[in-house]
C-alpha cells in the first residue's frame, strides 16, 4: 500500500514550456486534491475532485489544468509556465468530506521556472 | 471567507521544553480542526484534529482543544523531542463544505536543539 505518490520529484522548467505533474492513491479514494505551498502563505488549493471524470477549481486555479479520467490519478497541467509558478506542489486524497474523513498527503514535487 | 492564523515562527526550544503553539480562526458554521506536521523533506501528515467544540485532539503526546468561544486550537507539548523538529500546520474544514476543502494557516517552523 504506497498511499499517495507523486511524480516527479522535482523538475526545473524555462518560462513558457509545460509539464504534467502526476498523483496516483491506491485507497480507492473519491476525493482528490491539488495544492500548492508557498512560503509564509500555508497551503493553498489549485483544483479539486470529487470522483472519476469531474474537476473543479479551488481558490489559486489560474495557470493550471487538471484531469482525473481514473480514479486513482490525479494530474495537474501547466500549459505555460511562469516564475510565479515556482512552488512545492501536494496532492492529497481523501474517501470522504466529513470531520472523520483524513486527507492523505504525497510527498511533494519542487518545481522551479527560471 | 474562512482563514486560519497560526503564531509567528520560527520556534526553537531546548529538548524536554514546553510547547505552545496558538492558532485561531474565522469560519462560518461548525469547522472541524486540525493539526499537521510535516518533517523535512516529506508531505503533510495528519497530528490530530477535533471535530465540534471542547474536543480534545491528542497524538505522540501533543494536544489541542477546540475552544469555539475564543475560536482557538492551539497545539500543546509538554516535553519535546529532537525529533519533533518539523513545520506544523492548523487547518481547518468548514462546516457544511461539500468538497472537504482545507484551509491552512502559514505554517511554525519548530526546531528542538539537545
Known amino acids: 500500500n504506497a498511499g499517495v505518490t507523486q511524480t516527479p520529484k522535482f523538475r526545473v522548467l524555462k518560462t513558457g514550456q509545460s509539464m504534467t505533474l502526476l498523483c496516483a492513491q491506491d485507497m480507492n479514494h473519491e476525493y482528490m486534491y491539488w495544492y500548492r505551498q508557498d512560503p509564509g502563505m500555508g497551503l493553498r488549493l489549485i483544483h479539486y475532485?470529487?470522483?472519476?471524470?469531474?474537476?473543479a477549481k479551488g481558490e489559486v486555479p489560474d495557470g493550471y489544468n487538471v484531469s482525473r479520467l481514473k480514479k486513482q490519478n490525479f494530474l495537474l497541467g501547466l500549459e505555460s509556465a511562469a516564475p510565479s509558478q515556482t512552488s512545492v506542489y501536494f496532492c492529497a486524497s481523501s474517501y470522504g468530506t466529513g470531520g472523520t474523513y483524513e486527507q492523505y498527503f504525497g510527498p511533494g514535487t519542487r518545481l522551479t521556472v527560471t | 471567507g474562512d482563514s486560519v492564523t497560526q503564531m509567528e515562527g520560527p520556534v526553537t526550544l531546548s529538548e524536554e521544553a514546553f510547547l505552545t503553539i496558538n492558532c485561531t480562526y474565522t469560519?462560518?458554521?461548525?469547522?472541524?480542526l486540525f493539526w499537521y506536521v510535516q518533517y523535512p523533506g516529506e508531505g503533510l501528515q495528519l497530528l490530530l484534529k477535533a471535530t465540534k467544540a471542547d474536543d480534545k485532539g491528542s497524538n505522540k503526546g501533543f494536544e489541542a482543544t477546540y475552544r469555539k468561544e475564543t475560536t482557538s486550537f492551539h497545539l500543546e507539548k509538554g516535553s519535546v523531542q529532537v525529533s519533533d523538529s518539523a513545520v506544523y500546520f492548523c487547518?481547518?474544514?468548514?462546516?457544511?463544505?461539500?468538497?472537504?476543502?482545507?484551509?491552512f494557516g502559514q505554517g511554525t517552523i519548530l526546531t528542538v536543539h539537545p
Open positions: 469560519a462560518t458554521g461548525y469547522p472541524s
Open positions: 487547518a481547518l474544514r468548514a462546516g457544511g463544505t461539500s468538497y472537504g476543502k482545507l484551509t
Open positions: 475532485s470529487v470522483g472519476e471524470g469531474t474537476t
